[in-house]
């Protein structure tokens, strides 16, 4: 040990280290070593992929479905004006709902300090559709036609009150943020069957006001970075950062790129560090999407009968139904998992007119778009999901004026509905109370949902895992079951 007494040198370095300094970076040497290899056996213990590319292997059983498109109505639609036929709301109208009913159960600090709680009836027309008898309002004219592709879930509930966590459980799985998001958690189980496009999209409509949506809904999590979704935007540049800077061209990019790669290899080979190869698999992809992007963005070629389905607003860029027609668009090339976001539905007052105009912008390219998928033959294999975060109250929030009244946030009943990917269509599961307030039969938690939708991706939900801080995680956590009844 004499010898560690001297200044060492290493390599070309001729900073000489005493022995203090020598130990000291040596020990971090072998910390990252360490940590590099319980990381690496954790990954391997996630994805056990033979290419070693963060991916476990693909499918569980046979899919239905090979993609999705969820058209999520962010802020809550109100159920009891749309789908929920509850005539008695009509017969009680204004008056208190009733303390059987209620049971003391939690209401939102908007309503929690209100001296009553007056039950407000629809204003909107109820009657059947299709060969199935689906009840719907005069609200939804264009989604009545398609009632026979429906399967609508009038018993789905959750934990969470609010907009937050309402909404990043149902992307997530959890109400707290950090967890992956399920179009992630869709590219990470079954890959990509478009190398020019990545396996998982979002596009956010325009909208002034609503509550706010970050771009963690959409995010990995602790998933490698890679398996982000790629939001796709209404201006000139639909994806940011991807167009090169003016005056650079493509052959320059690609010179510059390649040389990236060199370096990046050079230095994975020295670190073992996963994160370069999803930094090099990024560049990759976002060169091919410069070309692919602007393809998959270019509505000039569809036919005057195909933009006639979406109705007028499809011809607006950052509309929703611009982005219904982009959501076929990605669906016939291969994207797994399309994700459209229309804010607005948070009705705590005004409910009668913001509906009609909610309804006004997405009635028609919703079902236009189921629509076009069948006659393009793509629903077949298409899992189209249509709902928000969690329903509104039978009982108004505030006072209840003629012709005016808002509802508030209620978890414990909802309605959603799923269309095409192998669902039962023109059925109708779940059963609310009268009041649309409790659940009567077939519940199903948004944990159920998407341990449903896994299925139907040929995925089992208690398979699907990630290693991370020593716990394995999934989707549904440690909850879920399929709904056999949904299954076609």
């Known amino acids: 040990m004499s010898d560690l007494k001297q200044p060492l040198c290493t390599g070309n370095d001729l900073h000489p280290y005493s022995r203090r300094q020598w130990l000291g970076r040596f020990g971090y040497g072998i910390g ?102 689906l009840w719907m309002s005069d609200l939804l004219p ?41 179009g992630a958690w869709s590219w ?78 050079l230095q994975f080979e020295s670190t073992g560090d996963p994160a370069i190869e999803n930094r090099i698999a990024q560049y990759e992809m976002a060169f091919r999407m410069q070309t692919s992007i ?35 668009r990605l669906a016939e090339r291969g994207v797994r998992f399309i994700q459209l976001y229309q804010p607005g539905w948070d009705h705590h007052g005004n409910l009668p007119s913001a509906i009609k105009r909610q309804c006004k912008k997405t009635d028609q390219p919703t079902a236009g778009l189921i629509q076009d998928l069948k006659n393009r033959g793509l629903l077949e294999d298409t899992l189209v999901v249509w709902g928000g975060e969690f329903g509104r109250t039978s009982y108004c929030q505030g006072k209840i004026t003629p012709g005016n009244f808002g509802r508030d946030h209620h978890p414990r ?8 990917g192998g669902v039962k269509a023109g059925y109708t599961h779940g059963e609310t109370d009268e009041f649309s307030y409790n659940l009567v039969s077939d519940g199903v938690h948004i944990h159920d949902l998407h341990a449903t939708i896994l299925q139907l991706m040929g995925i089992d939900h208690e398979r699907l895992t990630y290693r991370y801080q020593g716990r394995d995680f999934r989707l549904t956590d440690v909850h879920g079951d399929v709904v056999k009844p949904l299954l076609g």
């Open 188 to 265: 990470y189980g079954l890959g990509s069957e478009n190398e020019d496009l990545p396996a998982f999209v979002v596009m956010v409509s325009k909208h002034q006001g609503g509550q706010p949506l970050f771009a963690r809904l959409w995010g990995s999590g602790f998933l490698p970075g890679k398996f982000d979704g790629v939001e796709l935007r209404a201006d000139k540049d639909a994806v940011l950062y991807l167009n090169s800077p003016a005056g650079i061209q493509q052959s320059t990019r690609r010179q510059a790129l390649d040389g990236l790669a060199k370096l990046h290899q």
């Open 142 to 182: 264009h989604t009545a036609k398609i009632a026979d592709e429906l399967c609508v879930i009038k018993s789905m509930n959750t934990e969470a009150i609010n907009h937050g966590p309402g909404v990043t459980m149902m992307q997530t799985g959890s109400q707290f943020p950090g967890r992956p998001s399920m």
């Open 413 to 420: 009943c909802f309605t959603m509905w799923m269309a095409g």
């Open 294 to 328: 602007p393809e998959v963005t270019n509505i000039s070629r569809e036919s005057d009968e195909t933009l006639a389905l979406y109705g007028d607003d499809v011809k607006t860029p950052g509309s929703y139904a611009a982005n219904c027609l982009r959501a076929r």
């Open 32 to 133: 990252s070593m360490a940590l590099s290899s319980l990381l690496q056996q954790d990954m391997a213990r996630a994805a056990p992929s033979p290419s070693a590319t963060d991916e476990p292997t693909r499918l569980h059983h046979a899919p239905k479905a090979k993609r999705i498109i969820f058209l999520f109505q962010s802020g809550a639609p109100s159920q009891m004006d749309m789908f929920d036929y509850k005539p008695v709301l009509n017969e009680r109208h204004g008056q208190e709902l009733p303390e059987s009913v209620r049971k003391g159960q939690r209401l939102t600090g908007m309503s929690a300090h209100q001296a009553s709680l007056p039950v407000v009836g629809s204003p909107f027309k109820f009657s059947q559709h299709g060969e199935s008898g």
